[in-house]
């Protein structure tokens, strides 16, 4: 059964032109979403940089509320939760964002940003019972109890990342949107906080939505990937598989550019030409078609539906079915 259950998702922003005027158009920023999450598994959503993911991401949590669609969440719909109900919920669901420094209160010591956590939701009921768990929650993930006196400016980037980290911790969720948790940091700290991240899950049996621009980082964590462009999911499946043969045109160009150790594998690397459309005016059919170097004049009016290819696999390309994707690859190779 789904601890997490995504159903049709749309997030739109209204651009205003003057705040006395109504919106007259719309930053269609997530759009017809769906998916599951098991307890326990990390799925990883990838897709360059404004594609939607962090507005999908913050929608999970609720920080975001969605414009339509379900999200549901050990049964409970949250889309439909009002603000004061989801308090109780909120401590099942956390999130670690991507700048560790914009997160943390610059004004409260460590030890009062993660207490703050602990004190929101009833968890420590004496002062001695919350300067043990955050000095507990300090020294699990890496840190000195001791530096729950110091303040976040203190700290290093990795370190800084471990707090948001212990804060997340502190209220016991069941599952961490993980925002970006290591784009920020140097590619030597990196590896040790996905590390850190990995052995909290196995420790915890936590659940990760994973969202990354970093396809080899996806592939080394997750057991399913969501590939996103423009607000919609065009890819999805078990990440070893999409990985290995790629069904999507923008996968095949996002993962031609990973960098491969396996001198055998023939590596032709996609440039993909032209920016990312802007959500405001998507492009009409596919809204890869102005980028996509396999687009037919059909791409240009004809919506593709996210289909099922093969087993647990999906695609969104009109191109894309048990006979189009053989003759596809063959042409890409
Ligand atoms: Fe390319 Fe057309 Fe497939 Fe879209 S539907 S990815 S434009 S081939």
């Given at each position: 059964m789904s601890l997490l259950s995504v159903r049709s998702l749309s997030i739109r922003?209204?651009?205003?032109?003057?705040?006395?005027?109504?919106p007259s158009r719309f930053v269609?920023?997530?759009d017809d979403v769906s998916f599951d999450l098991a307890a326990g598994e990390t799925v990883g959503l990838v897709g360059e940089s404004g594609c939607g993911k962090t507005t999908l991401g913050r929608a999970v949590v609720r920080l975001i509320a969605p414009t339509a669609g379900a999200i549901e969440f050990g049964g409970i719909d949250l889309a439909s939760l009002k603000p004061g109900q989801l308090r109780p919920v909120r401590r099942r669901l956390q999130m670690i964002f991507q700048d560790p420094f914009g997160s943390l209160n610059p004004c409260?010591?460590?030890?009062?940003?993660?207490g703050?956590?602990?004190d929101i939701h009833g968890l420590a009921r004496t002062r001695t019972a919350r300067?043990?768990?955050?000095?507990?929650?300090?020294?699990?993930v890496g840190l000195a109890p001791a530096d729950a006196r110091r303040y976040p400016r203190e700290f290093s980037g990795g370190q800084r990342q471990r707090i948001g980290i212990a804060r997340a911790l502190a209220v016991e969720p069941e599952l961490i949107v993980c925002d970006e948790p290591v784009s920020a940091l140097d590619v030597s700290v990196q590896a040790q906080v996905v590390n850190l991240l990995h052995d909290l899950q196995r420790e915890h049996g936590l659940a990760y939505l994973f969202i990354a621009h970093d396809l080899a980082l996806i592939e080394h964590l997750?057991?399913?990937?969501?590939?996103?462009?423009l607000g919609r999911v065009v890819e999805a499946g078990d990440t070893k598989?999409?990985?290995?043969?790629?069904?999507?045109?923008?996968t095949q160009a996002l993962l031609s550019a990973v960098p491969r150790l396996d001198p055998s594998a023939n590596q032709r690397r996609i440039v993909l030409t032209g920016e990312v459309p802007s959500p405001i005016t998507p492009p009409s059919g596919c809204r890869f078609h102005p980028r996509c170097p396999m687009a037919e004049p059909r791409c240009r009016h004809a919506v593709p539906a996210l289909g099922e290819i093969s087993s647990g696999r999906w695609a969104a390309?009109?191109?894309v079915g048990a006979g189009n994707r053989m003759a596809m690859l063959e042409c890409l190779v």
């Open positions: 922003f209204p651009v205003h032109r003057g705040w006395w005027r109504a269609h920023a997530v409260l010591t460590v030890g009062q940003i993660i703050e956590a602990l300067r043990a768990r955050v000095g507990a929650l300090l020294d699990h997750s057991r399913r990937i969501l590939v996103m462009y598989a999409v990985c290995r043969a790629p069904a999507h045109p923008y390309c009109h191109l």
